[in-house]
Every structure is written in structure tokens, then in C-alpha cells.
């Protein structure tokens, strides 16, 4: 049997494909990284990187060229406004579990994709995939361009949200059902004083908008609809335009004659793929799902992915047993890692869709007590700490404590009242 050029090629060059090759690179494993765009190239996105993924990004030594370069900006003060209005923000920089970073994809992916090259990894540009072809016989994948072809033991797919590719294999069967805008606002031309604000609008939950400050005083706002609530991907315009007009507070944070470009939008899968593996093959990043259903965020989990779509290949390769039986490893791995929470989380997005009083609650509680508990709610949101830790009592009791007196003062008290002017 001939052994093809590659031992690995992946379809995509974003964070979790370009995260996959660095990886496989660094054990020597023959890497092809494929991608339809010439880096660098946008993408449409929040911009919010979380702690989780920056310590990929520093063992990439990416972190610090970025920094180096001004090109990332630490978010350390904001927070959020809940749906009745209770703005509560705080100032992060005391936070021993680090805080997010906004950096632009335009920046961000070709970092890493340089980062995969450096480590040994071979990137082809301007090379759309239009088809993949496993050969029984060769124990292969061939992966079509047009006239061009490219072999590899195995394939790995980070082709994003639509993935096209796992699709005509059948493996992914469905369309995704989130949908995110971005919008940059010139630096200099808003009153935006703080790093970073979620807007938790009532007809928008499980979804919400956000704005991000970028390095010289540029934002980017964006809004996101996500499954469970009454905007469906549709809205999407409507609720980007009809946020900034209508929006009183963030009306307010923004000021008037700030300039902004054209809304762009992109479409997210959420929650994990049933199934993220098979022959000589494996999916990862937005092509697998791996978003969170909760709050649309994604780079942590397509950068953590890709680290074990790494580790799996590089073990089959070290015993030579590329079946889907054990590359089925990599799907117990990355659920057992992180997808086991989006159960949780998507359960999560459908009762603060329900019951906007308890994002309300979270507000309220955050504002009356000290900074700690504000960062311990935030790194159970950022995926620092477990949700579990929302049993513990120190954030337990005054969450339901407040949750009550919403669902009274919101829901209860009215409907007592108008019973009583009934009966009189």
C-alpha cells in the first residue's frame, strides 16, 4: 500500500483547524491545512476570547505577539443589563481567574495560522474543498479543489457551521439554528466608557447584544438570536437595527452621532453533534457544534477540540488503528470535557427565556453584594468554574432569595392586584 503525502489534512483554517495543526505539527505528525480564503480574512464574530482559549493561544506564543503588537485589549470592566434595566458592571481587574480579551478574527486566525505553519504544518490558501472521497482499499481520504486533489491517511473537517462536507457524508443531517450580526463602530465617534456590556434584552432572550472595545477605541456590536425564545434567525436585522434605536441604555452608553459599518451576519451550531467521528475522520470546531447553547461563545471549545482531535490522531497513528471505533475516543473526550454542559446550558437559555425575572435576580444580588460574588457568577458564565458551583450556598441563596422577589414583584404582585380590583 502506498502511503499518501499527508498523514493528516484538514478542511479549514480557523481557530480549530489551524489549533489542530499546531498540535499534530509539534508531533511531527504530516500536517496539510486547507482553507477556500487567503489569510488573512474576516470573520464574523463577538471578538470575546475567554481565559480558556488564551491558554492555547500562549502555548502557541500568539498571546504575546498580540499584545506585543496592541493588537488584543483585556476586558477589565463591564458586565451586563438585565432584562428590566438593573445595569450591573464591575470592575474585573482584581479577578484571579483572568478576564476575556477582545481581539479581531482578522488578526486572530492568522496568528494562529502562522503559528501552525512555524510548528511545521502546510498551508494551502484559495483552496475550496468541493468534495471528499474515502478509498476502502488505500485506507485514504481525498480531498477535491476543483482539478486539485490532496490525499491523507485521515481527514479532519473544521469547515464551520454549515460544514458542507459532513453534511454530504450525512454524518451532520441538520441546519444550524443561532445566528449572530457584528457591527464595528469607529473609535472617537461613541461615549462607550466601559470594556465590555451584554444587553439582555426580554423579547430577545436566550439570546442578547453585546458590545466589545477594541485597541483604539473601536467597538464591535453584535447581537445574538439563539433557539428558545421568540426571535428566530429571521429577526436578525431587525433586532440588530431595532437594539440601537429603540434601547434606551445602550442608546445611552453609545451617545448619539457614533458611526457604524453595514450589520454582517453568521450563522452558529450549538450544543455538540451526536456524532463527530468515523472512519479515518473527525469533526471539530462550529462543523461539530461546539458552542455554547447559553451564550453563543465558541473559540474556548474549538481551541480545546482541537487539542484532543490532535491527541486522538496522534495515538492512532503511535498504534496504526484509524477505525471508528477508536477514534470514537475523541467524542467521549471532548463531551466528557466540556459537552457534557450543554445540556445544561441549553435547559439554562430556556428558562431565562421563561422567566426573565431571573436574569433580573442575577442583577440585583450582583449589585448588592461585594466584587467576589460578581466574579464567581462570571466564572461559572466563562466556563472557569462548574455550574455546579451555582448549588453553593454563597451564590445559591441569594439567587433564589432574589428570583422569589422578582417572580413577586413582576408577575405575582400584578396579578394579585388586578384579581383584587376584580372582586371589588
Known sequence: MTSPPYDVAIVGAGPAGATCAWYLAKQDIRVLLLDKAKFPRDKFCGDAVIPRAQRHLERMGVLDQMIEAGECLFTTSGGFVSPSGVECLSDSTENPSGTPMSVKRIIMDERIVRAAQLAGAELVEEAAIDKVVFDDRAGSWTAHAGSKKFTARTLVLADGA???????????????????????????????????????????????????????????????????????????????????????????????????????????????????????????????????????????????????????????????????????????????????KFGLAEKASQLMARYPELVDSMARVANERDDEFFFAWADIMMGEAPWSDFLRPKLAIPLAAAAIRELWSQRLSPLRSRIAATGA
Open 162 to 340: 454549515h460544514s458542507k462536507l459532513a453534511r454530504s457524508l450525512g454524518i451532520v443531517k441538520d441546519n444550524p439554528g443561532a445566528i449572530c450580526s457584528r457591527a464595528f463602530i469607529d473609535g472617537g465617534t461613541h461615549s462607550f466608557d466601559t470594556d465590555g456590556i451584554c444587553y439582555m434584552e426580554r423579547d430577545l432572550l436566550p439570546g442578547y447584544a453585546a458590545i466589545f472595545r477594541h485597541p483604539n477605541d473601536e467597538l464591535n456590536y453584535c447581537a445574538y438570536i439563539i433557539p428558545g425564545g421568540k426571535a428566530v434567525p429571521s429577526d436578525l436585522k431587525a433586532v440588530h437595527h431595532g437594539l440601537l434605536d429603540n434601547n434606551s441604555i445602550l442608546r445611552r452608553h453609545l451617545g448619539s452621532g457614533y458611526k457604524i459599518e453595514p450589520m454582517k451576519g453568521a450563522w452558529l451550531r450549538l450544543g455538540g453533534i451526536p456524532k463527530s467521528y468515523a472512519d479515518n475522520l473527525l469533526i471539530i470546531g462550529d462543523a461539530a457544534g461546539h458552542i455554547d447553547p447559553l451564550t453563543g461563545e465558541g473559540i474556548q471549545f474549538a481551541m480545546e477540540g482541537a487539542e484532543q482531535a490532535a491527541e486522538t490522531l496522534f495515538g492512532a497513528f503511535r498504534v496504526g488503528r484509524f477505525g471508528e471505533r477508536f477514534l470514537s475516543a475523541y467524542q467521549d473526550t471532548w463531551h466528557k470535557e466540556f459537552g457534557h
